[in-house]
Nanobody
Framework: QVRLVESGGGLVQAGGSLRLSCAAS????????MGWYRQAPGKQRELVAT???????NYADSVKGRFTISRDNAKNTVYLQMNSLKPEDTAVYYC?????????WGQGTQVTVSS
């Protein structure tokens, strides 16, 4: 089993920045993909960004150039630096760890961007 604990959400004005963190613990494989997804009210959960244990990254078009995902493999922690935040970034952000055939989710952290 794997446990994911997120932190760093909050309320910020448009144009501001936030940094999310997600620490994983438990039975973690050497190769895995960690990432962030978000779900706004009334919408489906969507991918924000992912990063493999080798450091390859993938971003949603809507956040490219504004968000940066990174990880510290020694700490099994993934980060999401969010800059130039927009009201449409408001959502619950979920951490995900995928290691075949398993996938795990964090409890979610609220990010609210005011206009």
């Amino acid at each position: 089993q794997v446990r994911l604990v997120e932190s760093g959400g909050g309320l910020v004005q448009a144009g501001g920045s936030l940094r999310l963190s997600c620490a994983a613990s438990g039975s973690i494989f050497s190769f895995n993909i960690m990432g962030w997804y978000r779900q706004a009210p009334g919408k489906q959960r969507e991918l924000v960004a992912t990063i493999t244990s080798a450091g390859s990254t993938n971003y949603a078009d809507s956040v490219k150039g504004r968000f940066t995902i990174s990880r510290d493999n020694a700490k099994n922690t993934v980060y999401l630096q969010m800059n130039s935040l927009k009201p449409e970034d408001t959502a619950v952000y979920y951490c995900n760890l995928s290691q075949r055939p398993y996938a795990y989710w964090g409890q979610g952290t609220q990010v609210t961007v005011s206009s």
